[in-house]
């Protein structure tokens, strides 16, 4: 690749002597130059080639000295790295230049020998500079498609209907799912960094892609949470029964996860979900600058918390009435009428169930314990002892009657 520098100086015969040192440099199309006698004429031809490596230039010249030139190169947006050239023992000014973001400087009379090494190590600081600037780029795109085009059916809609990027948002019918995995933060603290990039790096693309198998749209990623949408941007009459579907299933991944991972060595926690429908305001929010597509509202929140509610619950999964009624054939134990955090009325919540866990006998049992328990019927502590002894990993059964044993009766919980 050649360089090509720009030599700013008034001296008559520097031109000629910059071409007979470089002679062979030249011919092996190793070095292109370019003069100028001063600084005016230097900021002409920096404008009429802007593919320059890189400025050498004297301080003392007519119309615009070298000082002066360099205050102009380093308020432009790529600043080219310029060698200064001062009398020998100018100091003063030499000091000025490298204030004021000189690369290096040379005095004079110019050592020829010198001058090259100079433009040599100028040189290679360039390709490392503007090879870094390539990556940030590269790295700058990447980021802003992955933040614009979270999910394929978003990208599709809003290559459809450009209007899609315009700010502002509407208010729509739809199904919000969260998802964390319980005691990640404080797991972080002690995994490898390479341990922790592949964990989240295959833990998010498998969540993303069953996601994306039903056609839910990524809201947000942060750090091992998702908050996933249906119903947006595109309607979706079926968002509730897609929520439920997909909650199940990112729930096989993330059990079948932990296990993998364990066999490593790692405890990951399990993935709380919660889901709930209704009215959401939707759209982008990201300001002039970025394209941020997101949700706002109580439906948002009422299923953040309902993911948050399972950690007390011993539940997996928790989903709201709201969305159960919404599902055809819903299949589920009833949890109980949640009183969340922030939060007056209760709200009735299920622990959706796969079809399998559905028919097995101890759901019926659970169904006739909690139906003893919504009457006030005495026998809903041994029905649940009962179920608990049967199925010591049944985290629901055991909330109950320990709830039960502290004294607590019906189907309202306060949740702090």
Request: glycine share 8%; with cysteine; hydrophobic share 45%.
């Amino acid at each position: 690749m050649t360089a090509k520098i720009l030599v700013v100086d008034d001296e008559p015969d520097l031109e000629a002597l910059v071409v007979q040192k470089f002679r062979r440099q030249i011919r092996d199309g190793a070095v292109t130059f370019l003069f100028a006698h001063d600084g005016i004429e230097a900021l002409s031809t920096i404008a009429e080639n802007r593919d320059l490596d890189m400025v050498v230039s004297d301080i003392n010249m007519p119309r615009m000295d070298g000082l002066s030139l360099l205050a102009k190169l380093q308020e432009a947006e790529e600043k080219l790295s310029t060698v200064i050239v001062s009398a020998y023992g100018d100091m003063a000014n030499i000091r000025i230049a490298m204030n004021r973001g000189a690369f290096d400087f040379l005095t004079k009379p110019i050592d020829f020998a010198d001058l090259e090494t100079t433009i040599d190590r100028t040189i290679r600081q360039v390709h490392v500079l503007r090879e870094a600037r390539r990556r940030q780029s590269h790295a700058e795109r990447a980021h802003a498609s992955l933040s614009r085009f979270f999910s394929p059916n978003l990208a599709e809609r809003l290559a459809s209907d450009p209007s899609g990027l315009d700010l502002g948002g509407q208010r729509r019918e739809v199904a919000s799912l969260f998802t964390d995995i319980a005691g990640f933060t404080t797991l972080v603290e002690s995994l490898d960094p390479a341990i922790l990039a592949e964990i989240l790096n295959q833990y998010l693309g498998e969540m993303t892609g069953i996601v994306f198998a039903h056609d839910g749209t990524v809201a947000k990623i942060v750090g091992d949470a998702l908050h996933v949408l249906f119903g947006a941007p595109g309607d979706q009459p079926d968002h509730a029964d897609r929520a439920v579907a997909c909650a199940l299933d990112l729930d096989t991944y993330a059990e079948t996860f932990r296990a993998r991972w364990r066999e490593r060595g790692v405890n990951l926690g399990a993935t709380r979900i919660g889901v709930h429908a209704g009215p959401a305001i939707v759209g982008n929010f990201g300001g002039g600058r970025f394209f941020d597509y997101t949700a706002y509202g109580d439906t948002i929140n009422t299923a953040a918390r309902l993911e948050s509610a399972n950690k007390q619950l011993g539940t997996r999964i928790c989903v709201s009435a709201a969305v159960a009624d919404r599902v055809h054939g819903f299949r589920g134990r009833p949890v109980g009428d949640l009183v969340l955090r922030g939060k007056r009325e209760p709200l009735r919540a299920f622990e959706p169930l796969t079809e399998q866990a559905h028919a097995a006998a101890a759901t019926a049992r659970y169904r006739e314990a909690f139906g003893k328990l919504e009457t006030g019927d005495p026998g809903a502590m041994p029905a649940f002892a009962a179920l608990v002894g049967q199925q010591s990993d049944d985290g629901l059964a055991g909330f109950h009657l320990k709830r039960l044993l502290n004294g607590a009766n019906g189907t309202r919980i306060e949740l702090s």
